[in-house]
């Protein structure tokens, strides 16, 4: 199929999908730019959250930029306007596929945690019990980790990129100059925060105006942030790591700003100019599997990300879910992650700190051992234990008992993609982990720190893998992926969502490649996500559809949605499709965050 014809036949479907984004009937001052959620054209292409975003990185491909350039221009164009997932103050993993060398290589810059950081950081000396996780512990100096996104980008232009770090900045500097228009999604995430924002003197300052959000259809300006890239971009990341920026990330974490009155503690943090000088980026070999003839190449641990996605897919592969009915290949896609989260929880932690079975994790042989303990009939009896990744594997062995720790992971974070029209591809997941991160935003320099700590268990455990250590970086379930075909570039994805980016990414996989499902109807599709929990968390739309049919297999599905967030979505997929022919489908969500922006460089449809 050519993509042009891809491109009429995808129209009517994508079409509706668009339709699904009904703005807000808000009388807006100005009007939010327009998202595209689905394009197809050639060229080059980007998807992300955010119109903006999207718009600054095909705008660094047009003018001659290659994927990388394009990504760290989105990713801190994505700083600006959502700043409550992402910024110079978190962290995240970037997955990249060269054309030239047609290798997938992988950054790690995770989020780090201070070399004094003590195990029982999370136990409140005075009553010897753990804080409060939230607000109280989240919104605090001890949350937050050395920050590794800004040494990322500068990391990634350095190794693939053709853009100096200050070009590839000066984009989002102009954009936060300027100001970008507040649309609803930000409002209802600043809403979220009020009560941790107000508690910090610069961020109520900056995010809560005259006391309450900014209002849907005004400018919004960031100044400081705007000044901030321009000094990074003409010192580079040291500005940050030892220089000024550094003596001030040290003071506010160690002494919060409290706003008067404020009840909220925000207690003071660990992290030193010594540890932000210490940082380092980590380059990493992917992870890979082999799945339905493809290729899948994702994060290693320090995420666990990849050996989980890549794990549950090699579960898969003997059940082939393209020749079951919907309900048993939903059935099965549930058992899978289950069993792949039963041996993350056991085995992947920071790989310094933890010897983590990678290879074993992603054998087909242990995918076959767990995959034999699926009952096509029954859900399995939850928490699974975990099985043993020893090298030795005989069909059906049972698990070892492990303990299930609870999930404290938030449901931020931003994805974004990027190609260019030499075939580079990035995918990149980045952080500041809660929406909102600590809440503590740096005086005078525009951006919020992560509070990323808080992915680590919060009861010390000595047989945990994700156990706080000093200098070790918290497990992620980011899940940054890139698929090839024949060695060459297929499908590019990823997700926020905490440990449901994990299953949203394995769903949206599944739901495309087995289930028959075009990229734009994968993503659009209702989500359900099984960790190894005794029941699925499931978006209503979920329930609506599949409920009755899941019901008999024993499943019992509960909504998504907490009570810190105003949404009940699971996950915001951006993804990219690569066409025969040349050509790139562009694809995020519909509905899901507001919607996503999609588009390529020479647009064939909508045009
Ligand atoms: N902190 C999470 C992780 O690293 C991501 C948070 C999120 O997606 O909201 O996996």
Redesign the pocket.
């Known amino acids: 199929m050519t993509p042009k014809s891809l491109a009429a036949a995808l129209t009517a479907g994508a079409l509706v999908l668009s339709g699904l984004t009904a703005s807000t009937a808000v009388a807006h001052r100005h009007a939010p730019p327009v998202k595209t959620p689905t394009a197809i054209g050639f060229g080059g292409a980007v998807a992300s959250v955010d119109a903006d975003a999207t718009n600054i990185g095909l705008s660094v491909l047009r003018h001659g930029g290659n994927a990388v350039d394009a990504a760290v221009a989105t990713a801190a164009a994505l700083g600006v306007t959502e700043p409550y997932s992402a910024g110079i103050g978190g962290g995240g993993y970037f997955v990249y596929y060269s054309a030239k060398n047609h290798k997938v290589y992988t950054l790690d810059g995770r989020e780090t945690a201070p070399a004094t950081m003590p195990n029982n950081a999370f136990i409140n000396p005075a009553t010897g019990k753990p804080y409060n996780f939230f607000p109280e512990l989240v919104t605090s100096g001890v949350s937050v980790g050395i920050p590794g996104t800004l040494a990322t980008w500068d990391s990634a232009l350095h190794n693939w990129g053709s853009l100096s770090l200050g070009k590839a900045l000066q984009p989002a500097a102009n954009l936060a100059d300027r100001g970008f228009v507040i649309d609803q999604t930000f409002r209802n995430q600043t809403l979220d925060n009020k009560a941790r924002f107000s508690a910090i003197t610069p961020t109520a300052k900056l995010y809560l105006p005259g006391g309450d959000a900014p209002v849907v259809g005004s400018v919004f300006k960031n100044k400081d942030l705007a000044k901030t890239y321009e000094l990074l971009g003409r010192k580079g990341p040291s500005a940050f790591y030892s220089g000024p920026i550094a003596h001030e990330i040290e003071k506010v974490v160690q002494t919060p700003p409290k706003a008067p009155g404020a009840t909220l503690p925000v207690m003071p943090g660990y992290l030193t100019t010594a540890d932000l000088a210490k940082y380092k980026v980590i380059k990493r070999d992917p992870t890979k599997v082999h799945y339905e003839g493809l290729d899948v190449y994702g994060m290693a641990p320090s ?1 666990s990300g990849g050996t989980t996605v890549g794990e549950a897919l090699n579960i898969l592969a003997p059940q082939h879910l393209s020749k079951m009915s919907t309900p048993q290949a939903l059935h099965t896609y549930l058992e899978s992650s289950a069993l792949a989260f039963a041996d993350r929880a056991a085995y992947v932690g920071d790989p310094a700190y933890v010897n983590v079975p990678v290879k074993e994790l992603l054998s087909r042989g242990f995918g076959a051992e767990r995959s034999c303990l699926i009952d096509p009939d029954h859900a399995l009896v939850k928490p699974l234990k975990a099985g043993s990744p020893d090298g030795s594997y005989s069909p059906c062995t049972p698990g070892v008992a492990t303990t299930q720790r609870p999930d404290t ?5 931003t994805h974004l993609v990027t190609a260019d029209k030499w075939g580079n591809v990035v995918s990149y997941t980045l ?1 500041i ?2 929406t909102g991160g600590s809440g503590i935003l740096v005086p005078g320099r525009g951006f919020l720190l992560n509070n ?1 700590l808080t ?1 680590f268990s919060a009861a010390y455990d000595p047989a945990d893998p994700n156990r706080i250590q000093p200098g070790k970086r918290p497990r ?3 899940s940054p992926t890139i698929v090839l075909r024949g060695g060459k570039p297929f499908l590019a994805l990823g997700s ?4 449901t ?1 994990i299953t949203t990414v394995l769903q949206t996989l599944t739901n495309r490649l087995d289930r028959g499902m075009t990229l734009p109807e994968a993503i659009a599709a209702p989500r359900a996500s099984q960790r190894n929990t005794a029941t699925v968390t499931a978006e209503p739309p979920f329930i609506d559809a599949y409920g009755k049919d899941l019901a008999p297999y024993g499943h019992v599905l509960v909504p998504s949605g907490d009570a810190l967030t105003s949404a009940a979505e699971i996950g915001a997929v951006a993804a990219l499709e690569f066409l025969p022919g040349g050509g790139y489908l562009a694809a995020a969500e519909p509905k899901r965050r507001g919607g996503g922006a999609a588009g390529t460089v020479h647009q064939l449809w909508p045009n």
């Open positions: 995420s992971e938030g449901l931020s974070t952080t982990e809660q990323e992915d992620s379930s980011m926020p969502g905490g440990s980016i």
